[in-house]
Nanobody, 119 residues
Framework: QVKLQESGPGQLKPSQTLSLTCTVS??????????WSWIRQPPGKGLEWMGA???????TYSPSIKNRASISRDTSKNQILFQLSSATPGDTAVYYC???????????WGQGTQVTVSS
């Protein structure tokens, strides 16, 4: 069973860059046909998919944040990395890392990390 653990700054100021790390255990991020995504949930709202990276390193992003977001990986540490530039209070949310096999549901989730953007 793959386990995911998110980590991040907790709080940052508007215009700063948000950086998050998802550390994966129990499986390799380069395992064929696996996708790794970042999903967030703002307070009082539903889940919002932000983007994903595949086992081969290809990335896709939600159009709503595409110009500000970057997803990458560190294969030596088995980590999925997320950066969001020019943060605003609207980026305040619980951020989750999730994974799925090609064709399947987002079945493995981290516990989430709270990020608050405030001056």
């Amino acid at each position: 069973q793959v386990k995911l653990q998110e980590s991040g700054p907790g709080q940052l100021k508007p215009s700063q860059t948000l950086s998050l790390t998802c550390t994966v255990s129990g499986g390799s991020i380069v395992t064929n046909y696996f996708y790794w995504s970042w999903i967030r949930q703002p307070p009082g709202k539903g889940l919002e998919w932000m983007g994903a990276i595949t086992w081969s390193g290809s990335t896709t992003y939600s159009p709503s944040i595409k110009n500000r977001a970057s997803i990458s990986r560190d294969t030596s540490k088995n980590q999925i990395l997320f950066q969001l530039s020019s943060a605003t209070p609207g980026d305040t949310a619980v951020y989750y890392c999730s994974s799925r096999r090609s064709g399947g549901p987002w079945s493995s989730w981290g516990q989430g990390t709270q990020v608050t953007v405030s001056s």
